[in-house]
């Protein structure tokens, strides 16, 4: 039997004590159930560092051949103290480059490196959402799909409001916009796009989600200002779906890295956030390697519109139309026999076409996007999608067919008044009601 698990060391310690008061190997190691060989192991380290010496040896290999030398941990762990966000890929690529002399080892060594200095926090695991079947374009090639987005809004140092709004070119990856605004209103947002558009050119399909100012859940064909200003560009609005971020990820995914490396903690001013947005810009854009690119720098990969910013804006027109008509102040469309009919006040001096269908409706059509259809023959007008809510005004001439809220305003009032020109519906419950004059 080998040594007694009992008072290890005590066993060792009669063993070499009795060899060394002359008993025989040969026989000791048989009366103590070891090999000759590991009997003389231990008297040989006995006699070489005394009773410490008959203690358990490490097993562990005195070399590791390919054991990564300390000079590169540490330059593995500087890179990442400086870029927090970067993993094993990203690190080794950008190393190998900017030091083509050093072996690197494979990044799940360095991602264990890195997780042994504490620089890897552990997130928790998330459920995969499922899959989005619907029809939203894939683009093939740079400037084919657009996306854009505010990232959720935090406090500043000064404890004012910010609300970075991002725009990124879905196939290069490449971020196009972060600009650190003060509200969520349009005016500031066209201004942030127009000077997208002028530097890299006008994209086919610009897709966001649902909120203002890109669209609108009560407007008619959730038009707002800015979605009709790009229609007016040749640009198509693709929208997600209600509570699906999912369907943007890849803009979602860079808003996650934005927030980490930008917002914590979070500068004094708009201002002094701004340089911390363009600084993350164009480290994102030519210095960060991509792994959806193999690799590569979105600035790389990406190449500008072959579509420029028109300057003035192009008149609308309508070929294939029977008449042209201009929104008015205050969103609506006059027909003939004096019937007005509300579309919009995010068309408001924009021009309309109006094209008889052969069931004797009029499609009333604005750039590319079809918005209903108006019935003379009733005075109503029907949205073309009819999940959005839009039942627009009918005139004086309306039919028991028109929306209520409209039947209700075109009724004389107690001291027999006529209606209002303007009769507010649910379509425009919640658009703000422009002055008159």
């Not at 048989?30 to 231990?42: A, H, V």
């Not at 200095?117 to 799909?145: C, F, I, M, Q, W």
């Not at 076409?353 to 003379?376: C, I, K, N, Q």
Request: proline share 8%.
């Amino acid at each position: 039997m080998p040594w007694k698990v009992r008072e290890l060391m005590s066993e060792r310690m009669d063993f070499v004590t009795r060899l060394k008061n002359g008993e025989r190997m040969t026989d000791l190691c048989q009366e103590f159930g070891i090999s000759r060989k590991t009997g003389y192991k231990f008297w040989e380290r006995f006699a070489r560092a005394g009773e410490s010496g008959l203690g358990d040896v490490s097993r562990a290999r005195k070399s590791i051949a390919h054991k990564t030398p300390q000079a590169v941990e540490e330059l593995l762990v500087a890179a990442r103290r400086k870029q927090s966000s970067w993993g094993g890929r990203k690190l080794k690529d950008v190393l190998s480059k900017k030091h083509p002399g050093v072996a690197l080892p494979s990044p799940t060594t360095i991602a264990a490196i890195l997780k042994r200095h504490g620089l890897v926090e552990a997130r928790k695991r998330r459920r995969l959402p499922s899959r989005y079947e619907g029809r939203l374009t894939v683009p093939s090639g740079p400037n084919d799909v657009w996306a854009a987005d505010y990232k959720g809004q935090f406090r500043l140092g000064n404890r004012q409001y910010c609300y970075p709004l991002t725009a990124t070119d879905l196939h290069s990856r490449l971020i196009l916009a972060v600009e650190a605004l003060d509200a969520t209103d349009e005016e500031q947002a066209r201004a942030v796009f127009e000077e997208v558009f002028a530097t890299y050119g006008l994209p086919s399909v610009i897709r966001t989600d649902n909120g203002t100012p890109f669209a609108s859940a009560a407007a008619l064909a959730g038009l707002t200002r800015l979605s009709a200003y790009w229609l007016r560009l040749g640009i198509r609005h693709e929208r997600t779906e209600p509570a699906h971020p999912e369907q943007n990820g890849c803009h979602e995914r860079m808003h996650r890295t934005l927030k980490a490396e930008t917002t914590r903690p979070a500068r004094s001013n708009l201002l002094q956030q701004q340089e911390r947005f363009d600084e993350f810009q164009r480290e994102f854009n030519e210095e960060r390697p991509h792994e959806a690119l193999e690799m590569k720098r979105p600035a790389e990969v990406y190449r500008s519109s072959e579509r420029p910013l028109p300057q003035p804006l192009p008149e609308l027109t309508y070929p294939l139309h029977d008449d042209v008509l201009t929104v008015g102040r205050s969103g609506h469309i006059r027909l003939p026999r004096a019937r007005h009919v509300f579309l919009s006040y995010a068309l408001v001096q924009q021009e309309v076409g109006l094209r008889e269908e052969m069931d004797g409706r009029w499609l009333v059509t604005f750039a590319s996007l079809d918005l209903g259809h108006y019935d003379p023959r009733v005075g109503t007008f029907e949205p073309r999608d009819p999940r959005k809510v839009g039942c627009g005004d009918a005139g004086l001439w309306t039919s028991q067919g028109a929306c209520p809220q409209a039947l209700d305003s075109l009724r004389p009032s107690a001291d027999g008044q006529p209606p209002p020109a303007h009769i507010p519906t649910a379509a425009t419950a919640t658009e703000p009601v422009p002055p008159t004059g």
